[in-house]
C-alpha cells in the first residue's frame, strides 16, 4: 500500500501509538519508584541524550538506544517482508521472545526480582496490558498494512505526548524552549504530510 492512499484508520492508528507510547514514560517514572528499571521492562513484556552525565555505564547505555533503534528498524522491514500471517499471533511472538532475552539480563543485572507495592504492579501491570501488548498489535498491523515508512510518523507525536503529559500529571516544567520545540515538531510534521491530511480530510467532507 502505497502512503498516498492509506486509509483513514492507520492515521487513527499512528495517533493511537503516539498517545500511548507518550504517556509510558509517565507511568514507568512512577512505576521505578517501586521497582527496579530491568525487572520493571521484563514485568512490561511478560540535545539531552548527547550530554555526558560522567557516569561509568554511560557509554553501554548510549550503546543500548543505538542498539533499540536499530532493532526498531530492521524489525519494522522483516515484519513488512514476512508472508501472510496472523498479526496476533506475530505480535505475540514478538513478546515471548522478549521474555526469553529480558528475563535472564534482569536476572543477572538485578538479582531476582523483589515484590513491589500493589501501586507499582499495578502500573507495571498498564504497562504490559496497553503500551506494549496492545501497542505492539497495532504497530505490527501499521507496519504490515501501511508500511514501516509510515510506521515512523508515530515517533514524532510520543516527546511531544510525554511532555504535555509530565507537565499536566506529574507537574514538570514547561519551558518555553519546549513549547516552540513541541511546535517545531508538530508544524513539521503537519507539513511533511500536508498532501496526505489534505486528502484525507477531504475524502471525509
Keep these: 500500500m502505497s502512503t498516498s492512499s492509506i486509509a483513514p484508520r492507520y492515521w487513527l492508528m499512528?495517533?493511537?501509538?503516539?498517545?500511548?507510547?507518550?504517556?509510558?514514560?509517565?507511568?514507568?517514572?512512577?512505576?521505578?519508584?517501586?521497582?527496579?528499571?530491568?525487572?520493571?521492562?521484563?514485568?512490561?513484556?511478560?540535545?539531552?541524550?548527547?550530554?555526558?552525565?560522567?557516569?561509568?555505564?554511560?557509554?553501554?547505555?548510549?550503546?543500548?538506544?543505538?542498539?533499540?533503534?536499530?532493532?526498531?528498524?530492521?524489525?519494522?522491514?522483516?515484519?513488512?517482508?514476512?508472508?501472510?500471517?496472523?498479526?496476533?499471533?506475530?505480535?505475540?511472538i514478538f513478546l515471548v521472545i522478549g521474555c526469553f532475552i529480558i528475563f535472564p539480563a534482569a536476572w543477572l543485572t538485578e538479582?531476582?526480582?523483589?515484590?513491589?507495592?500493589?501501586?507499582?504492579?499495578?502500573?507495571?501491570?498498564?504497562?504490559?496490558?496497553?503500551?506494549?501488548?496492545?501497542?505492539?498489535?497495532?504497530r505490527v498491523i501499521v507496519v504490515r498494512e501501511a508500511g514501516p515508512t509510515f510506521m515512523t510518523l508515530t515517533n514524532y507525536q510520543v516527546p511531544v505526548w510525554a511532555v504535555v503529559l509530565g507537565a499536566v500529571f506529574l507537574g514538570e516544567d514547561l519551558p518555553t524552549s519546549m513549547l516552540l520545540a513541541m511546535v517545531m515538531i508538530l508544524g513539521g510534521l503537519g507539513l511533511s504530510q500536508f498532501g496526505k491530511l489534505s486528502r484525507l480530510f477531504g475524502r471525509g467532507g
Excluded: H
Design 111 to 138: 538479582g531476582p526480582p523483589v515484590m513491589p507495592d500493589n501501586r507499582t504492579l499495578l502500573i507495571a501491570a498498564v504497562l504490559g496490558l496497553i503500551p506494549t501488548a496492545a501497542a505492539n498489535l497495532l
Design 14 to 92: 499512528i495517533a493511537t501509538l503516539g498517545l500511548v507510547w507518550g504517556a509510558t514514560f509517565l507511568l514507568i517514572k512512577l512505576a521505578l519508584d517501586g521497582i527496579t528499571p530491568f525487572w520493571l521492562a521484563a514485568g512490561r513484556i511478560g540535545g539531552k541524550a548527547f550530554e555526558a552525565s560522567g557516569a561509568a555505564l554511560e557509554p553501554y547505555g548510549r550503546a543500548a538506544c543505538l542498539s533499540a533503534a536499530a532493532c526498531y528498524s530492521v524489525s519494522s522491514i522483516l515484519t513488512r517482508r514476512l508472508p501472510p500471517v496472523d498479526p496476533l499471533g506475530l505480535a505475540a
